[in-house]
C-alpha cells in the first residue's frame, strides 16, 4: 500500500502543477516531493522511481494513448528493480520475476479523469487490487 499511496500523492502534485502551469509536469523533479528515502528517480528516465519491488511512472506527457497523465505502478514480489547503471548482463530474466499487479491512476485532465485501473496478474496482486477499490470507490474504477 505504501507505493499506492506515493501514486496518491504524485496524483495530487501533478494536479498542483496543472493549476500553476497549465499542463502536468514531465521529469519527477519538477514536482514538489521526495521520495528519495524509498526510491530513486532514473538518471536516464526521469518520469520513474525505481523503488524495491516497484516501478512507479508518471505518464504526464512522455508517452501518447490512452494511458497520458497517468501515474502507473508495476509491483513485484519476486524482482528488486536493477538500477539505471545495470548492464544487460546483470538484468533479472524474465523467468526470476514476478509481476502481481499493474495499476493506473489518471490524472483530472486525462483521457479518463480521475480513473483507476488495477490489473492483477497473482493472487497476490488480486488481493492488492480488491482492497485498493474498497479503500477508493470515489474514483473511478475502469474494470
Known sequence: MKYYQMALDLRRQQEVYYLANGAYAENLSDLDVDYSHVCQIRKDAPWMLECPFAEISNVATTF???????????????????????????????????????????????????????????????????NIKSLNAEDLWID
Open 64 to 130: 501518447e494513448g490512452e494511458n497520458q497523465g497517468s501515474a502507473q505502478i508495476k509491483f513485484f514480489s519476486r524482482w528488486q528493480t536493477p538500477s539505471s547503471s545495470a548492464t544487460p548482463e546483470e538484468m533479472p530474466s524474465e523467468k526470476d520475476s514476478v509481476q502481481d499487479f499493474f495499476l493506473l491512476l489518471w490524472y483530472a485532465h486525462a483521457s479518463v479523469p480521475n480513473g483507476v485501473l488495477c490489473v492483477p496478474y497473482t493472487p497476490l496482486g488480486k488481493s492488492v487490487c480488491n
